[in-house]
């Protein structure tokens, strides 16, 4: 492939399917931008074909499959064009039209990787996509009118890890790789933090999105919690399911917040002087962060008019004001412990 096309696979298509994410991949230090951009557009391309609503749920799956034994190194070019013909068909965003239309040159640069890059990859797109598996075996046909909830706690956090959390394994391997001595911990203790980290992002959007996922017939609140709390799925549709099911939200924002002190601590074991890596993990848990503060203060957060996101605006807020204090653990564990202060005084009202 053309040093021209790897450029836009992994810049202009890159930044128009990544949104926010895009942001962290600029400030990452050069080796690690192509296998991490690469792992991000592949999990991306997989994603749409798992949810694209229109196609039955069983030829989603055989489409998931083929795509992760072509990441695999079992090229179908015939099994691309029917991706492209397929799926691309479905999409109203034109850049994840095109992502899917360019899932052959996306191989391509997989193949140019290096091995351990290149094998680092397939790990990951592998896992990801066993949780979009888990995801279209588990839920009823977004069509059928059915939700099905979660049977216990231990599947929502195995769910997180093959989602999300194996991406912060994936991104501590990858600094490993290109950026030996970084961290300051020992391997073990950083892959286990890393884990956590994205298991944290994972659980935040979990609790933002459970209104839309609920309408999909997708419930990742566990039946025994909502059992504990006197409620089943069905009852999360109802106007005042927001104020009922608050505790149970403010449990699992508990759960989250533990992961979050992890990522803290992972942002803090890279040296001062990595600013740029930093950076690239300091904002995805400030984000995390702001987003579970809107949450909890969101008396109506089962209403899917009224989803607890942040504004772009406060991205760049939170963007501007990282920059200056990057460099000072002091300052930054200040910040952090503020914040999660603030989240966890409103937990508090639980109790109340």
Sequence with gaps: MRNSARAVLLGPLLKGVSRSFYLTLRVLPVGMRDPIGLAYLLARAADTIADTSLIPPGQRLEMLFSLRSQVNGSLDEGALARIAGEVASQQKQSDEKVLLESLGAALTVLTQLSETDREAVRDIVTTITKGMEFDLRTFPDEQSGQIVALQRFEELDHYTYMVAGCVGEFWTKMTYAHMPRTFKDSPDTMLERGIRFGKALQMTNVLRDCSKDLRIGRCYLPAPMLDRFGLTPQDLLFPDASLLARPLMFELVGKTLDHFREAVEYALAIPEYS???????????????????????????????????????????????????????????????????????????TNA
């Design 275 to 349: 600013i740029r890596l930093r950076l690239a993990c300091l904002w995805p848990v400030l984000i995390g962060l702001e987003t579970l503060l809107v949450l909890v203060h969101n008396d109506e957060w089962l209403d899917p008019a009224k989803v607890s996101k942040i504004q772009r605006s406060d991205v760049y807020r939170l963007i501007a004001y990282s920059v200056p204090l990057v460099a000072s653990n002091r300052l930054l564990r200040i910040w952090l412990e503020r914040l999660m202060g603030r989240i966890e005084a409103r937990l508090r009202l």
